[in-house]
């Protein structure tokens, strides 16, 4: 029997995308805080309402934080679906035979943990059209258009554009060739023409009645993220929904690690942006015996998120 890839330790699992997610979010936070010192000084400015930047911030953080909650889901609802299933086979040990054109409690098992699928797929690909309009906000001549992130890609790509001297560039292309650009034709496919599928692997002790049910993903979800999943294994939708969770994550961590070198590069550390009238936070550096952007701690903790990959 062909192993398939699945979640057996359910807790640990997502303990661990909850804390990426976590550690991810020490890069947003010192972003906003460089933008603040170096860009726009938005300290101060509480009186005005919550400023973009943050808006911006939250939104992407928002998303992840909704596919961590789909995959919570998925899993709790594959353990009820466990659970009915052991129940019905208590009640009847022959409730799943003699069904010769497909099992439909299988199906319809499937179909639920499907649909979690398909609105987590949704969040992930969102959190990457909010990542590009938190970078047009911060980098680009005109902050407040609403860039997508084909468009942000697009631009990364060209020789001429707001962003073909950042530093961030060579980051932006890598993780739209090698996840973004195929992550989007999928999406835009499930939207738009065939629905993912996958098939329930059931199967249970007689003696016991205790039932595990693996969701195969089917190879054109395979086929769509060839450079995340191999073609020759096999792998339930919870590892499937799992690793493109962690995928992203680790895709937008890259992003922001070249945002974190175009400030320490591009952006003097002893000129901050200040307002008449207002005021500015910063930290001071024992080594340099100067004060900085209060975000360097917030970038320290980011960067563990390559322990992750």
Not at 273 to 287: A, L, R
Request: hydrophobic share 40%; with cysteine.
């Amino acid at each position: 029997m062909t192993t398939i890839h699945t979640i057996d330790k359910p807790k640990e699992y997502f303990e661990e995308i909850e804390k990426l997610i976590e550690v991810v979010f020490n890069g947003f936070m010192a972003l906003a805080m460089d933008y603040g010192y170096h860009i726009d000084n938005v300290f101060g400015k509480a009186d005005k309402g919550k400023h973009t930047i943050y808006e911006l911030r939250d939104n992407i953080h928002y998303r992840l934080n909704s596919s961590k909650l789909h995959f919570y889901l998925m899993l709790r609802r594959r353990a009820d679906i466990e659970l009915r299933f052991g129940q019905m086979l208590k009640d009847n040990p022959k409730v799943f035979d003699g069904f010769f054109m497909g099992n439909p409690h299988f199906e319809f098992a499937a179909d639920e943990v499907m649909a979690i699928y398909d609105s987590t797929i949704f969040h992930l690909s969102s959190s990457f059209d909010y990542l590009a309009m938190l970078v047009q906000f911060v980098f680009g001549k005109n902050p407040q258009s609403n860039l997508q992130w084909i468009t942000l890609a697009k631009h990364c790509y060209s020789e001429v554009s707001d962003f073909n001297q950042r530093k961030f560039k060579e980051n932006v292309k890598t993780v739209d060739r090698d996840f973004v650009s195929k992550f989007n034709d999928y999406r835009a496919e499930l939207i738009h023409r065939k629905k993912s599928t996958a098939f329930a692997n059931v199967s249970w002790k007689l003696a016991s009645g205790d039932v595990a049910i693996k969701f195969k993903c089917s190879d054109k979800i395979k086929s769509a993220f060839k450079k995340t999943l191999s073609k020759d294994e096999d792998f339930c939708i919870t590892y499937v929904t799992y690793t493109l969770i962690k995928q992203t994550v680790l895709n937008i961590g890259f992003v922001l690690e070249g945002i974190k070198q175009e400030f320490a590069e591009n952006y003097h550390p002893h000129r901050p942006v200040m307002n008449n009238g207002g005021f500015q936070i910063g930290s001071f550096n024992p080594e340099t015996k100067f004060i900085e952007s209060p975000s360097g701690m917030y970038w320290t903790k980011f960067m563990e998120y390559k322990n992750y990959r």
